[in-house]
């Protein structure tokens, strides 16, 4: 049972180039989420899934797309990525429960530490 | 909107020492409280939650947090702390109904050093 997995590890990007993080999870979770962290500001939700084909924003969703494709997976994009973007990535999963998923903590993922020079 | 606050960005204890980490949380309505460590180049696991009941909860490590509803607040302690105890430490609170699906308002964190 590996939990909540990420790939990649770390990534050093161009601005202006494009790429996609991996998330996934084999706990059969609902819910997926991705969060940046930056120095200060604690981890803050760029977007977010309830269930395989859905998706919804977050607290800073701008420059990043998502997927949730199928249930165990949700990939992050970045289509253009900025210097601003540089920040480390996690990835977390939780169970849900319509509304009283809010009872359910969340598992993260080791994270992905991402440069944009 | 909810919102969680955590007081100090940045403490420093000897070993032994006691240790009182704050949180206070914005939000009327019915919440789960948790507190998240954040060890060294690792990710966040969880140390202790809060759903109902006992409003002081114990965790792993020695840790516990104690619910205060009318202070909005949920301190986390620890009486004697390791050095294997640096770390970042992270409050996050969630509207138990709603439509805000779960999603955690976590605090900016604050770090722990332990002198040995």
């Known amino acids: 049972n590996a939990g909540v997995t990420q790939t990649p590890k770390f990534r050093v990007l161009k601005t202006g180039q494009s790429m996609t993080l991996l998330c996934a999870q084999d706990?059969?979770?609902?819910?997926m989420y991705w969060y940046r962290q930056d120095p200060g500001m604690g981890l803050r939700l760029i977007h977010y899934s309830v269930g395989e084909g859905t998706t919804a924003k977050g607290e800073v969703p701008d420059g990043y797309n998502v997927s949730r494709l199928k249930k165990q997976n949700f990939l992050l994009g970045l289509e253009s990525a900025a210097p601003s973007q540089t920040s480390v990535y996690f990835c977390?999963?939780?169970?849900?429960?319509?509304?009283?998923?809010?009872?359910?903590?969340?598992?993260f993922g080791p994270g992905t530490r991402l440069t944009v020079t | 909107a909810q919102s969680v606050s955590q007081h100090n960005h940045h403490v420093i204890l000897s070993e032994a020492a006691s240790l009182e980490l704050g949180c206070n949380y914005s939000y009327g309505g019915t919440v789960n409280l948790f507190w998240y460590v954040q060890y060294p180049g690792q990710h966040l696991q969880l140390l202790l939650k809060y759903f109902s009941g006992d409003p002081l909860v114990k965790g792993i490590k020695g840790f516990e947090a104690e619910f205060i509803k009318s202070k909005f607040s949920f301190n986390l302690r620890k009486p004697s702390v390791q050095w294997s105890d640096t770390a970042e430490y992270f409050c996050a609170v969630n509207a138990r109904y709603g439509g805000s699906q779960g999603n955690l308002i976590f605090g900016k964190g604050t770090k722990l050093s332990v002198k040995p």
């Open positions: 977390a999963s939780s169970y849900g429960t319509g509304r009283l998923a809010g009872g359910y903590e969340q598992y």
């Open positions: 706990m059969n979770h609902e819910y």
